[in-house]
Each structure stands twice: as C-alpha cells, then as structure tokens.
C-alpha cells in the first residue's frame, strides 16, 4: 500500500471515531502523537489520540470532517491533511447538559511515516477557539 493510501486509510477511520481498533494497522506499535493543545496535553500516542476521537464523538454525534488538502511529501516520509472539523453538542456525555452550539474547526495532521506506516502524528489545533465555539471553556 503507498503512504498515501496508508494515511487517507487512517485520516478517514481516525475522523470517523473507528478508535484504535479501525487505525492501528496504519500505525507502528507505540506510534506518537503531539499537540500543542491543551485539551490532548496528556495525549501521548497515537492510539490515545484516536481514542479521544473516538470519544469526542459521543457528544457531538454528528461529528464530520470536510477536508481542504491532503498533500504527501515523498522527501520527508509524511503526509498532511488539512482539514474543517464540525459538529453540534447534542448529547449530554456525562459533563453537562448539551450546549446545542456547533463547532468549525480547522486543523491539520502531519503524519510521519517509517516505511508503510505512521510512527508519529503531529496536530495543530486551536483548542481553545474550538471549546469556546461550544460553549465548553
């Protein structure tokens, strides 16, 4: 499989809420992850990451991704996907009364690749932006 495919395999199943279980097999064991976001500060691999994703959409159960670019760079062994994240708080997940605020999110994923699969993800994320949108900060 190329690196492309290998990372639009994991981009789609991580922004679906597929969790571990859906992207694992395009990751390396012990794959990484960072953010300079503090709502992933304790988020240190990528199988927490798509977890988090996974779990994001319980209260926002119409989580969708719209995606602007998806750009592989051979040079660099990484893909990149930028993309819109958007939902609506509909569903109390144990915080709180549902907010009924939506979410448009940019962010983007830089995935480094070691041979076929992904040995470290980078996010850039404004959470604060985001979690304000929603009525959660």
């Known amino acids: 499989m190329t690196m492309k495919q290998t990372a639009w ?3 789609d199943a991580c922004e ?3 969790g571990w279980d859906g992207c694992k097999q395009c ?14 500060g304790d988020v240190t691999t990528l199988e927490g990451y798509t977890e988090w994703m996974k779990g994001l959409l319980t209260p926002l159960p119409d989580g969708r991704y719209e995606l602007k670019s998806f750009a592989v760079d051979e040079e660099r062994s990484n893909v990149t ?3 819109v994240f958007h939902g ?3 569903v109390d ?3 709180g009364a549902p907010s009924g605020k939506s979410v448009a ?6 995935m480094d690749f070691d041979g076929d699969k992904i040995k470290h993800m980078t996010k850039i994320w404004n959470d ?4 304000k949108q929603l009525g959660w900060a």
């Open 9 to 11: 395999d994991f981009f």
């Open 16 to 18: 679906t809420g597929k």
């Open 27 to 40: 990751c390396h064991d012990g794959a990484t992850f960072a953010a300079q976001a503090d709502a992933l």
């Open 81 to 83: 996907a930028a993309a």
């Open 88 to 90: 609506t708080h509909t």
């Open 93 to 95: 997940a144990g915080s």
């Open 105 to 110: 999110a940019d962010y983007v994923y830089v």
């Open 128 to 131: 604060g932006h985001s979690l």
